[in-house]
């Protein structure tokens, strides 16, 4: 899977423009840096899971 491309912070800010929010330039700095950095987290989520691997897990209210 391909890594899709992180928006620019000037493309982001066109798209938040265009949201109709009112955000300030510290938001929209601030939104777009918490973006990039879930685009990055997900490109280290496995495509496949091993789901035979791992023991189910339990949880017993009475212990």
């Not at 928006?7 to 929209?28: I, K, M, N």
């Amino acid at each position: 899977m391909s890594s899709p491309k992180a928006p620019t912070l000037e493309e982001f800010r066109t798209r938040a423009a265009l949201s109709g929010l009112t955000l300030t330039p510290e938001d929209v700095e601030h939104l777009h840096k918490g973006y990039v950095g879930l685009l990055a987290m997900m490109q280290r989520i496995p495509t496949h899971w091993a789901w035979a691997a791992e023991p189910p897990q339990v949880f017993r209210a009475d212990k």
